[in-house]
Nanobody, 128 residues
Framework: QVQLIESGGGLVQAGGSLRLSCAAS????????MGWFRQAPGKEREFVAA????????YYADSVKGRFTISRDNAKNAVYLQMNSLKPEDTAVYYC?????????????????????WGQGTQVTVSS
């Protein structure tokens, strides 16, 4: 069982920045790929970004590429999402999630069906 707790959400003006954090329990955090997803009201949950076990490979949705950066600190059992140049359309609840698969592709990490544990989410609201 892995518990995930997101933090760092809030209200920000368009063009501003936020940094989301996700703290994970357990001793095997470095064995997992991690992902960030978001869900806006009335919409399906969508992929935002993912990172492999050692942080060497990252993946982004086209809508956030160049504005968001995912990173991790395995010593702290944490994954982060730095969000810059925020837009009103970035408004959503943001979730971090764990992928425990031993083998996975970049495509695998873009699907929420391939994640095993989820946090409770943190609200990000971007005003225009």
């Amino acid at each position: 069982q892995v518990q995930l707790i997101e933090s760092g959400g809030g209200l920000v003006q368009a063009g501003g920045s936020l940094r989301l954090s996700c703290a994970a329990s357990g001793r095997t955090f470095s064995s997992y790929a991690m992902g960030w997803f978001r869900q806006a009201p009335g919409k399906e949950r969508e992929f935002v970004a993912a990172i492999n076990r050692n942080g060497g490979n990252t993946y982004y949705a086209d809508s956030v590429k160049g504005r968001f950066t995912i990173s991790r600190d395995n010593a702290k059992n944490a994954v982060y999402l730095q969000m810059n140049s925020l837009k009103p359309e970035d408004t959503a609840v943001y979730y971090c999630a764990v992928n425990r698969a031993q083998y996975y592709s970049g495509s695998d990490l873009r699907s929420d069906a391939n994640y095993d544990y989820w946090g409770q989410g943190t609200q990000v609201t971007v005003s225009s």
